[in-house]
Protein backbone atom coordinates (compact mmCIF):
# COMPACT_ATOMS: atom_id res chain seq x y z
CA UNK A 1 0.00 0.00 0.00
CA UNK A 2 1.14 3.53 -0.44
CA UNK A 3 0.37 7.01 1.45
CA UNK A 4 1.95 10.05 1.64
CA UNK A 5 2.03 12.39 4.89
CA UNK A 6 2.37 16.28 4.83
CA UNK A 7 3.76 16.73 8.02
CA UNK A 8 2.98 20.89 8.23
CA UNK A 9 -0.69 21.80 6.92
CA UNK A 10 0.80 25.58 6.98
CA UNK A 11 4.25 27.36 6.92
CA UNK A 12 5.20 30.77 7.26
CA UNK A 13 8.50 31.98 6.39
CA UNK A 14 9.65 35.22 5.71
CA UNK A 15 11.05 36.42 1.94
CA UNK A 16 14.62 35.70 1.81
CA UNK A 17 14.24 33.20 4.44
CA UNK A 18 15.19 29.06 3.20
CA UNK A 19 11.71 27.13 2.89
CA UNK A 20 11.38 23.34 3.91
CA UNK A 21 8.15 21.90 3.39
CA UNK A 22 8.52 18.25 4.55
CA UNK A 23 6.80 15.05 2.99
CA UNK A 24 7.16 11.22 4.49
CA UNK A 25 6.11 8.27 2.02
CA UNK A 26 5.53 4.70 2.04
CA UNK A 27 5.35 2.34 -0.32
CA UNK A 28 5.53 -1.50 -0.67
CA UNK A 29 7.70 -0.59 -4.29
CA UNK A 30 9.80 2.03 -6.13
CA UNK A 31 7.92 5.16 -6.21
CA UNK A 32 7.75 7.95 -8.26
CA UNK A 33 7.91 11.21 -6.47
CA UNK A 34 6.40 14.30 -7.23
CA UNK A 35 5.84 18.18 -5.71
CA UNK A 36 2.97 20.00 -7.38
CA UNK A 37 2.33 23.80 -6.87
CA UNK A 38 -0.95 25.11 -6.70
CA UNK A 39 -1.44 28.82 -6.96
CA UNK A 40 -4.57 30.39 -5.78
CA UNK A 41 -7.51 29.54 -8.38
CA UNK A 42 -4.83 27.70 -10.73
CA UNK A 43 -4.48 23.65 -11.32
CA UNK A 44 -1.63 22.14 -9.96
CA UNK A 45 1.82 22.84 -11.49
CA UNK A 46 4.76 20.13 -11.62
CA UNK A 47 7.33 21.58 -9.17
CA UNK A 48 9.95 18.52 -9.82
CA UNK A 49 10.01 14.74 -10.05
CA UNK A 50 12.17 11.73 -8.54
CA UNK A 51 11.64 8.63 -10.48
CA UNK A 52 14.43 6.62 -9.66
CA UNK A 53 17.81 8.74 -11.60
CA UNK A 54 19.65 11.00 -9.26
CA UNK A 55 18.57 11.67 -5.36
CA UNK A 56 18.82 15.44 -5.75
CA UNK A 57 16.26 16.46 -7.83
CA UNK A 58 16.04 19.94 -9.39
CA UNK A 59 13.00 21.74 -9.99
CA UNK A 60 11.33 24.96 -11.23
CA UNK A 61 11.99 28.54 -9.87
CA UNK A 62 15.18 27.01 -7.31
CA UNK A 63 13.15 24.61 -5.74
CA UNK A 64 14.67 21.08 -4.76
CA UNK A 65 14.07 17.77 -2.95
CA UNK A 66 16.10 14.90 -2.10
CA UNK A 67 15.09 11.73 -2.46
CA UNK A 68 16.06 9.60 1.08
CA UNK A 69 14.92 6.18 0.94
CA UNK A 70 16.12 5.37 4.56
CA UNK A 71 14.47 7.99 5.83
CA UNK A 72 11.03 7.23 3.11
CA UNK A 73 11.35 11.21 2.77
CA UNK A 74 10.85 13.66 -0.13
CA UNK A 75 11.59 17.28 1.69
CA UNK A 76 10.90 20.42 -0.77
CA UNK A 77 13.61 23.25 -0.04
CA UNK A 78 14.60 26.60 -1.25
CA UNK A 79 17.32 28.80 -0.30
CA UNK A 80 15.76 32.02 -0.49
CA UNK A 81 11.92 32.72 -0.15
CA UNK A 82 10.35 34.90 -2.77
CA UNK A 83 6.88 36.30 -2.23
CA UNK A 84 5.77 34.39 -5.39
CA UNK A 85 6.09 31.62 -3.86
CA UNK A 86 3.39 32.09 -1.54
CA UNK A 87 0.84 28.98 -2.86
CA UNK A 88 -0.52 25.65 -1.71
CA UNK A 89 2.47 22.42 -2.44
CA UNK A 90 1.51 19.03 -2.73
CA UNK A 91 3.83 16.02 -2.76
CA UNK A 92 2.53 13.22 -4.83
CA UNK A 93 3.35 8.97 -4.54
CA UNK A 94 2.46 7.42 -7.53
CA UNK A 95 3.82 3.12 -8.60
CA UNK A 96 5.62 2.52 -11.75
CA UNK A 97 3.15 2.94 -14.48
CA UNK A 98 1.15 5.62 -12.60
CA UNK A 99 -1.76 3.33 -12.19
CA UNK A 100 -1.98 4.72 -8.58
CA UNK A 101 -0.99 7.84 -7.45
CA UNK A 102 -1.66 9.21 -3.96
CA UNK A 103 -1.75 13.17 -3.19
CA UNK A 104 -0.78 14.36 0.20
CA UNK A 105 -3.27 16.89 1.96
CA UNK A 106 -1.23 20.00 0.90
CA UNK A 107 0.88 22.14 2.48
CA UNK A 108 0.17 26.43 2.33
CA UNK A 109 3.11 28.39 1.78
CA UNK A 110 2.71 31.95 3.16
CA UNK A 111 5.87 34.15 2.44
CA UNK A 112 5.94 37.52 5.02
CA UNK A 113 7.77 40.69 3.80
CA UNK B 1 -4.90 28.58 -25.22
CA UNK B 2 -4.73 26.19 -21.93
CA UNK B 3 -3.53 22.78 -22.93
CA UNK B 4 -6.53 21.01 -20.54
CA UNK B 5 -9.66 23.18 -20.47
CA UNK B 6 -12.30 22.80 -18.16
CA UNK B 7 -15.90 24.27 -18.35
CA UNK B 8 -17.26 25.90 -17.08
CA UNK B 9 -14.94 27.30 -14.16
CA UNK B 10 -17.59 28.21 -11.56
CA UNK B 11 -21.11 27.12 -11.12
CA UNK B 12 -23.27 27.16 -8.08
CA UNK B 13 -26.71 24.73 -8.14
CA UNK B 14 -29.25 23.40 -6.36
CA UNK B 15 -29.50 20.59 -4.63
CA UNK B 16 -30.88 17.39 -6.66
CA UNK B 17 -30.13 19.43 -9.79
CA UNK B 18 -28.36 17.56 -12.66
CA UNK B 19 -24.80 18.90 -13.01
CA UNK B 20 -22.37 18.51 -16.12
CA UNK B 21 -18.28 19.55 -16.12
CA UNK B 22 -16.33 19.23 -19.51
CA UNK B 23 -12.79 18.59 -20.31
CA UNK B 24 -11.14 18.94 -23.25
CA UNK B 25 -7.07 18.48 -23.63
CA UNK B 26 -4.74 19.54 -26.65
CA UNK B 27 -1.53 17.71 -25.24
CA UNK B 28 -2.69 14.43 -27.49
CA UNK B 29 -2.61 12.02 -23.87
CA UNK B 30 -4.91 8.84 -23.81
CA UNK B 31 -5.42 8.99 -20.49
CA UNK B 32 -7.59 11.35 -18.60
CA UNK B 33 -8.55 11.70 -15.09
CA UNK B 34 -10.88 13.65 -12.55
CA UNK B 35 -10.12 14.24 -9.32
CA UNK B 36 -12.00 16.35 -6.32
CA UNK B 37 -10.39 18.56 -3.90
CA UNK B 38 -11.09 19.44 -0.72
CA UNK B 39 -9.07 21.75 1.87
CA UNK B 40 -7.40 19.60 4.03
CA UNK B 41 -7.67 16.33 1.97
CA UNK B 42 -5.27 16.85 -0.96
CA UNK B 43 -6.99 15.45 -4.43
CA UNK B 44 -8.83 12.23 -4.34
CA UNK B 45 -9.75 10.33 -7.86
CA UNK B 46 -13.29 10.32 -8.93
CA UNK B 47 -12.58 8.43 -12.42
CA UNK B 48 -9.94 7.61 -15.21
CA UNK B 49 -10.01 6.44 -18.44
CA UNK B 50 -6.75 5.35 -20.13
CA UNK B 51 -8.39 5.26 -24.05
CA UNK B 52 -11.64 6.35 -25.25
CA UNK B 53 -13.00 2.66 -24.85
CA UNK B 54 -11.63 2.81 -21.03
CA UNK B 55 -13.57 3.64 -17.70
CA UNK B 56 -12.50 3.12 -14.60
CA UNK B 57 -14.11 4.11 -10.61
CA UNK B 58 -11.37 5.88 -8.94
CA UNK B 59 -12.23 5.91 -4.85
CA UNK B 60 -14.73 8.10 -4.08
CA UNK B 61 -16.86 7.34 -7.67
CA UNK B 62 -19.82 7.34 -6.00
CA UNK B 63 -22.64 9.74 -7.01
CA UNK B 64 -20.67 10.81 -10.32
CA UNK B 65 -20.81 9.23 -13.89
CA UNK B 66 -18.47 9.95 -16.73
CA UNK B 67 -18.67 9.99 -20.51
CA UNK B 68 -15.14 9.78 -22.76
CA UNK B 69 -16.51 10.93 -26.23
CA UNK B 70 -13.69 11.23 -27.96
CA UNK B 71 -9.58 10.83 -27.08
CA UNK B 72 -9.93 15.00 -26.19
CA UNK B 73 -12.94 15.07 -24.49
CA UNK B 74 -13.80 13.48 -20.80
CA UNK B 75 -16.77 14.81 -19.10
CA UNK B 76 -17.90 14.14 -15.21
CA UNK B 77 -21.85 14.12 -14.53
CA UNK B 78 -23.31 14.79 -10.75
CA UNK B 79 -26.89 13.20 -11.48
CA UNK B 80 -28.73 14.58 -8.40
CA UNK B 81 -26.31 17.13 -7.25
CA UNK B 82 -26.50 16.93 -2.73
CA UNK B 83 -24.08 19.86 -1.21
CA UNK B 84 -21.31 17.66 0.23
CA UNK B 85 -19.99 17.79 -3.21
CA UNK B 86 -19.14 21.09 -3.43
CA UNK B 87 -15.55 21.06 -4.10
CA UNK B 88 -13.21 22.01 -6.50
CA UNK B 89 -12.88 20.13 -9.35
CA UNK B 90 -9.90 18.83 -11.84
CA UNK B 91 -9.85 17.36 -15.17
CA UNK B 92 -6.11 15.86 -15.49
CA UNK B 93 -4.15 13.84 -18.56
CA UNK B 94 -1.16 12.03 -18.92
CA UNK B 95 -0.06 9.83 -21.81
CA UNK B 96 2.22 6.58 -21.58
CA UNK B 97 5.74 7.96 -21.34
CA UNK B 98 4.55 10.33 -18.57
CA UNK B 99 2.26 7.76 -17.00
CA UNK B 100 5.16 5.36 -16.57
CA UNK B 101 6.37 7.90 -14.38
CA UNK B 102 2.71 9.24 -12.97
CA UNK B 103 3.78 12.81 -14.33
CA UNK B 104 -0.20 14.60 -14.50
CA UNK B 105 -1.16 18.08 -16.41
CA UNK B 106 -3.96 19.73 -15.32
CA UNK B 107 -6.95 21.98 -16.06
CA UNK B 108 -7.67 24.93 -13.81
CA UNK B 109 -10.39 23.60 -11.85
CA UNK B 110 -14.50 24.14 -11.89
CA UNK B 111 -15.51 25.04 -8.66
CA UNK B 112 -18.93 23.99 -7.63
CA UNK B 113 -21.31 24.83 -5.13
CA UNK B 114 -24.40 22.84 -4.08
CA UNK B 115 -27.23 24.53 -1.86
Known amino acids: AQSVTQLDSHVSVSEGTPVLLRCNYS??????LFWYVQHPNKGLQLLLKYTSAATLVKGINGFEAEFKKSETSFHLTKPSAHMSDAAEYFCVVTNTGGFKTIFGAGTRLFVKA | DADVTQTPRNRITKTGKRIMLECSQT?????MYWYRQDPGLGLRLIYY???????NKGEISDGYSVSRQAQAKFSLSLESAIPNQTALYFCATSDFGTANTGELFFGEGSRLTVL
Open chain 2, 49 to 55: SFDVKDI
Open chain 1, 27 to 32: SSYSPS
Open chain 2, 27 to 31: KGHDR
